[in-house]
Nanobody
Framework: QVQLVESGGGLVQPGGSLRLSCAAS????????IGWFRQAPGKEREGISC????????NYADSVKGRFTISRDNAKNTVYLQMNSLKPEDTAVYYC???????????WGQGTQVTVSS
């Protein structure tokens, strides 16, 4: 029953915005560190952002810094990735990951496609 369900991907023009969601079921997301990853065609999966389970501090890859914002709503058991000023090179399948730092829990979402094209 432990599951992460992603949504919010789609086709958007360069300069546009999307907000991705990752909703957890079967566990409390507030106890997990959360990361967003992406995999572009022909490339390795890369980490782009993460947020802690303690103080909410966030980190970003240089490629998305200043354009993407990670956040969490523990009451809704959901993590978000707000993506602004999208570029064609942002085109990828986006995944979320939840890691229980002091336990064995580690879960991946199924991925959602983001395509940035005119």
């Amino acid at each position: 029953q432990v599951q992460l369900v992603e949504s919010g991907g789609g086709l958007v023009q360069p300069g546009g915005s999307l907000r991705l969601s990752c909703a957890a079921s079967g566990f409390a997301l507030g106890y997990f560190a959360i990361g967003w990853f992406r995999q572009a065609p022909g490339k390795e999966r890369e980490g782009i952002s993460c947020i802690s389970s303690s103080d909410g501090s966030a980190n970003y890859a240089d490629s998305v810094k200043g354009r993407f914002t990670i956040s969490r709503d523990n009451a809704k058991n959901t993590v978000y990735l707000q993506m602004n000023s999208l570029k064609p090179e942002d085109t990828a399948v986006y995944y979320c990951n939840a890691d229980e730092r002091y336990g064995p829990g580690n879960w991946w979402g199924q991925g959602t496609q983001v395509t940035v094209s005119s």
